[in-house]
Structure formats: C-alpha cells, structure tokens
C-alpha cells in the first residue's frame, strides 16, 4: 500500500511500514511543511493513505468533504509505537481503509468511519 506519514509522526516509524512491504512517504522529508490541506491533497492525488495524530484531517474529509484516501488517526501512542500500530491498523482495515475510511487507533480502541457515512455514524472495534 501506498501511505503518506504526516510530519507529526515519528519518522522512524516508516521503517516498520517498509519493512513489510509499503511505499512510504514522510512529510518531514519534504524541504518544507506545505500545511494540512496540502499534505491530504496530496496524499490523495498519489492515493496514499495519510497517517496523522491530528484530527484536523478528520475534519476536513468529513466536514468540509475534502477527497482523501484514507486516514488514520494515531491517538495516545509514544513515537515508538506509531510504526508497530500503524502496520496493525493497515493489516486489519487496509482495504475499508482504500476505499477512503478513516480509523482512529487509541490504546485499547479502534473506531473506524466507513465512506458515506454521516459523521454521527461509525463502528467501535
């Protein structure tokens, strides 16, 4: 899968990521932070899902219906951890998460929002 790791995320966490076979992008490569609009512009218009600790991401895909393709959501994980739940997020929701998802991934909780759905709507895992 193709994903693109925000610049708050921890860049070693691209090695888990590639390591198991993705193409990863980290945004603090980049010469510059081009902003939050920009990052899931372009996230998209590679097809990449954007993994973030923001929720503005959330916000702009659900209340201002800006494209994207897929987003998770890193809630309460020390930068260690990022990479290891990332990869677990992609291996159980990879595909909703294509078809434009977004996951949240807390300790102990995962939410995921199916495309489509108001944004009341959504499933705990």
């Known amino acids: 899968m193709k994903i693109l790791l925000d610049t708050c995320v921890w860049g070693k966490s691209r090695k888990h990521l590639e390591t198991a076979g993705h193409d990863v992008v980290w945004a603090g490569d980049w010469q510059e932070d081009p902003g939050d609009e920009e990052i899931l512009e372009r996230a998209h218009k590679e097809s990449r899902i954007l993994v973030t600790l923001d929720k503005d991401f959330g916000e702009m895909a659900i209340v201002r219906e800006m494209p994207h393709s897929g987003i998770i959501r890193l809630v309460n994980f020390g930068a260690r951890e990022q990479g290891v739940v990332c990869l677990r997020v992609i291996n159980m929701y990879g595909n909703e998460l294509q078809r434009g998802a977004l996951v949240t991934a807390e ?19």
């Open 107 to 125: 300790p102990g909780r995962l939410r995921i929002r199916s495309p489509g759905l108001k944004s009341s709507e959504g499933a705990d895992e």
